[in-house]
C-alpha cells in the first residue's frame, strides 16, 4: 500500500519574495471543516500562496461575532500540513501575538482598527520583540499617512526585519460604491515613501462586495503593487462574516486567470528610449505648470493687496464657485474627469488664500 507524500510547505523567506504575493481564505475561521475545506480547494487552484483566516474579529458594536479565538488556530496548523500553505492571521492584542507564535503562524497582520490607535500598535510591537515572523500592516481606517508610518517604525524598533503594507481603503463619508474609499494617492504616498517595502492590495475590504473585485484588483496590479489579500469561503453567502465580499477558491482561480499581470520594467532599449521621450515631454510640461502656478500666485498677491487696502474678506464664495464651475466644464470638453479638476482647484485655491492672507496679516 502506498503512503500519500504530505505535501511540501515552501520556506516563509520564499513565499514573502514571491510576486505577485497572493493571499486568501475566509474572513473568518467557522469550523475546523470549514478552514481545512476553504483550505485544500486553495491549494488546488495552484494560486495561492498562504492561507488566511480571522481567529479574533474587532467589531464595530458587541453582540457582533468577533471570531471563534485561540481555538481555531490549530486548525490553521491542520491546513497547513494537509496543504503546504503558510498561513496568516491578525492580531490587535500582546496576548494574540503571543497566541499566533505559540502555533507557529508564519505571517501576522495588524489591522486597520490597531493601527489607528499607537497605543495598540505598541503593544503588539513590543510582543513582537524576539520573533523572526513577518509582519503585514494595514492602513489605519481615517486616511492618515503619518499613523500608517508610525506603525511601520513602531514594528521596526521591536526588530521585525520583515515589514509589509496592506492598503485596505479608508472610511469615508458620503454615497460610494465602495465599502471603502481607496484614496489610491495615498496608497501610491506610501509606497513612494517606502520602496523597499511590499505592499499588496486587499480588494475584499475595499469593495464590501463580489462583483466589483476583479476591477479594483487589476488596478492595483497596473499600480505596481506586490500582491493581492482575498477573502475565500466555500460558501460565500452563508459566511459568519463579511458574506458579500467573499467568493468561492474557484472563483478566486478565474479571477486571478482574468488579471494582465503587469511588470514594473522590461530590458527592450526600444521601449525604454521612446518612454524616456515621452518622460521628457512629460518634465517639461510640468516645469512650465510650475511656471504658470507661480505666476498665478503672483497675481493672488496682487489681488490680497488690493483686498487689503479696500478691507475684502480672503474667501469670496460666489467668485470660487463661478471659477469651479467654469474650470469644470472646460476641463471636461479637454478629458479631464470632474474629481480631477475639483481636487487640482481646490488645491490651487488653497495655495491662493494662503499667499493672500500673508498679504493681508503683513
Not at 469593495?207 to 493581492?228: E, M, N, S, Y
Not at 469644470?328 to 492672507?357: C, M, P, W
Request: aromatic content about 6%; charged content about 25%; glycine content about 6%.
Amino acid at each position: 500500500m502506498q503512503t500519500a507524500t504530505a505535501p511540501q510547505t515552501r520556506s516563509v523567506e520564499e513565499v514573502w519574495k514571491k510576486r505577485p504575493l497572493i493571499i486568501s481564505g475566509p474572513c473568518s475561521a467557522e469550523t475546523e471543516e470549514q478552514v481545512l475545506a476553504t483550505a485544500t480547494r486553495l491549494a488546488a487552484t495552484g494560486k495561492v500562496d498562504v492561507l488566511r483566516s480571522g481567529i479574533w474579529k474587532p467589531r464595530t458594536r458587541p453582540g457582533s461575532f468577533e471570531g471563534i479565538g485561540t481555538k481555531g488556530l490549530p486548525w490553521l496548523q491542520a491546513a497547513k500540513k494537509a496543504t503546504g500553505l503558510l498561513t496568516a492571521v491578525e492580531v490587535a492584542t500582546a496576548k494574540q501575538v503571543e497566541d499566533a507564535l505559540h502555533f507557529d503562524v508564519d505571517i501576522l497582520w495588524i489591522g486597520a482598527r490597531t493601527t489607528v490607535n499607537p497605543f495598540s500598535v505598541q503593544e503588539v510591537a513590543d510582543a513582537l520583540k524576539g520573533a523572526k515572523v513577518p509582519v503585514l500592516i494595514k492602513n489605519p481606517i481615517n486616511p492618515d499617512l503619518e499613523l500608517w508610518i508610525g506603525a511601520v517604525e513602531r514594528v521596526a524598533k521591536a526588530g521585525i526585519k520583515d515589514i509589509g503594507l496592506i492598503h485596505r481603503g479608508f472610511s469615508s463619508y458620503g454615497n460610494s460604491e465602495y465599502r471603502n474609499a481607496p484614496m489610491w494617492h495615498l496608497a501610491i504616498e506610501m509606497k513612494r515613501r517606502n520602496p523597499e517595502l511590499l505592499i499588496i492590495n486587499d480588494p475584499s475590504h475595499i469593495c464590501g462586495r463580489r462583483d466589483i473585485l476583479q476591477d479594483v484588483a487589476q488596478k492595483a496590479i497596473d499600480l505596481d503593487f506586490d500582491g493581492l489579500i482575498i477573502e475565500s469561503h466555500i460558501d460565500p453567502d452563508n459566511a459568519w462574516s463579511d458574506a458579500k465580499q467573499q467568493v468561492t477558491p474557484e472563483r478566486l482561480a478565474e479571477m486571478l486567470d482574468s488579471i494582465t499581470w503587469r511588470r514594473e520594467d522590461v530590458a527592450s532599449e526600444e521601449y525604454h528610449a521612446a518612454l524616456e521621450k515621452l518622460r521628457a515631454q512629460i518634465d517639461h510640461l510640468d516645469d512650465e505648470l510650475m511656471q504658470i502656478l507661480s505666476q498665478r500666485m503672483k497675481v493672488a498677491e496682487k489681488i490680497g493687496t488690493y483686498k487689503k487696502e479696500n478691507n475684502i474678506t480672503v474667501l469670496q464664495t460666489n467668485r470660487w464657485n463661478e471659477i469651479l464651475q467654469r474650470a469644470t466644464a472646460k476641463g471636461e470638453k479637454l478629458g479631464l474627469s470632474a474629481d480631477f479638476i475639483t481636487r487640482y482647484f481646490d488645491a490651487v485655491h488653497l495655495e491662493s488664500i494662503n499667499h493672500q492672507t500673508k498679504v493681508l496679516n503683513s
